[in-house]
């Protein structure tokens, strides 16, 4: 599986984007997606989830009411609508997928990534 993530930008805080990871390969909708990010100088870390029919979803504490993980296995690609977005929210964003029914929640559950997207808030 190869991934692109997409949709990165400039957003004023309170503001909204939308990441897409577009993926090839007909099995992709065997796999688990996650979404990751890392700002300057920290450690990468777990935004959101999804597993292969996109029936189960898992967020982290710091962006659950404000981030919707989705997916459409028809298009091959994953969305992550991000609303409210804060200047912590800063950071590169990655997708990531593992052959898998589960929901997985940790970088090392993941085999296949994406290069990453920036997405920078002004306060």
């Known amino acids: 599986v190869q991934l692109q993530a997409s949709g990165g930008g400039l957003v004023q805080a309170g503001g909204s984007l939308r990441l897409s990871c577009a993926a090839s390969?007909?099995?992709?909708?065997?796999?688990?997606i996650g979404w990751f990010r890392q700002a300057p100088g920290k450690e990468r870390e777990f935004v959101a989830a999804?597993?292969?029919?996109?029936?189960?979803?898992y967020y982290a504490d710091s962006v659950k009411g404000r981030f919707t993980i989705s997916r459409d296995n028809a298009k091959n690609t994953v969305y992550l609508r991000m609303n409210s977005l804060q200047p912590e929210d800063t950071a590169v964003y990655y997708c990531?997928?593992?052959?898998?029914?589960?929901?997985?929640?940790?970088?090392?559950?993941?085999?296949?990534w994406g290069q990453g997207t920036q997405v920078t808030v002004s306060s």
């Open positions: 999804i597993n292969w029919s996109g029936g189960s979803t």
């Open positions: 990531a997928a593992r052959y898998s029914m589960a929901v997985l929640t940790k970088a090392s559950d993941y085999e296949y």
């Open positions: 390969g007909r099995t992709f909708s065997s796999c688990a």
